[in-house]
T-cell receptor
Framework: DTAVSQTPKYLVTQMGNDKSIKCEQNLGHDTMYWYKQDSKKFLKIMFS???????INETVPNRFSPKSPDKAHLNLHINSLELGDSAVYFCASSQDFGASEQYFGPGTRLTVT | RKEVEQDPGPFNVPEGATVAFNCTYSNSASQSFFWYRQDCRKEPKLLMS???SGNEDGRFTAQLNRASQYISLLIRDSKLSDSATYLC????????????FGAGTRLFVKA
């Protein structure tokens, strides 16, 4: 069984469009995250949610809006996509906030043309 | 200065070699430390946590020096399957944690 799943795996879209990425974890974890990994492979945290509440919002443009309908889901909506948004976006979860291991989803490779 | 810095790569080693990766962190409020492994075009996966007393898992040994704010990972008897990027990860803060990933060190193990 997949622990952390993301859809879609690949997303190709044009500048200015709005798109969403979905994430689900079946581990019963309280905390979920979104990370961005750019072309230089640097993995940077974007958001952290604990029990459906936003805990960390790094310096991310407000075009990015996470939404957590329940503890098992954390979706990412991106408005007015820009070329610089092209990256791999990883969802992750951990048992609680500040806990040890984070489990990552397979990633969504977003390409903005 | 970056919050978490790692050895620049790539490391190219023959099978059976011993290789060591270093990582330094700048925030003294760092609480917990890990090594993750990321294969090409895959997600990061936890390799091992790093404890103050040092810890070993098979061919892998991790060490932490809080005074020097330094973490290391030693891989003995390298296998071809060890080829990957190794990410140093630090959790900073108390109560409200922030996870910082290093940029990673690429390892190539060759036959």
């Amino acid at each position: 069984d997949t622990a952390v799943s993301q859809t879609p795996k690949y997303l190709v879209t044009q500048m200015g469009n709005d798109k969403s990425i979905k994430c689900e974890q079946n581990l019963g974890h309280d905390t979920m995250y979104w990370y961005k990994q750019d072309s230089k492979k640097f993995l940077k945290i974007m958001f952290s949610y604990n029990n459906k509440e936003l805990i960390i919002n790094e310096t991310v443009p407000n075009r990015f809006s996470p939404k957590s309908p329940d503890k098992a889901h954390l979706n990412l909506h991106i408005n007015s996509l820009e070329l610089g948004d092209s990256a791999v976006y990883f969802c992750a979860s951990s048992q609680d906030f500040g806990a040890s291991e984070q489990y990552f989803g397979p990633g969504t490779r977003l390409t903005v043309t | 200065r970056k919050e978490v810095e790692q050895d620049p790569g790539p490391f190219n080693v023959p099978e059976g070699a011993t290789v060591a990766f270093n990582c330094t962190y700048s925030n003294s409020a760092s609480q917990s430390f890990f090594w993750y492994r990321q294969d090409c075009r895959k997600e990061p996966k936890l390799l091992m946590s790093v404890y103050s007393s040092g810890n070993e898992d098979g061919r892998f040994t991790a060490q932490l020096n809080r005074a020097s704010q330094y973490i290391s990972l030693l891989i003995r008897d390298s296998k071809l399957s060890d080829s990957a990027t190794y990410l140093c990860v630090v959790n900073i803060g108390t109560g409200g944690f922030k996870t910082i990933f290093g940029a990673g060190t690429r390892l190539f193990v060759k036959a």
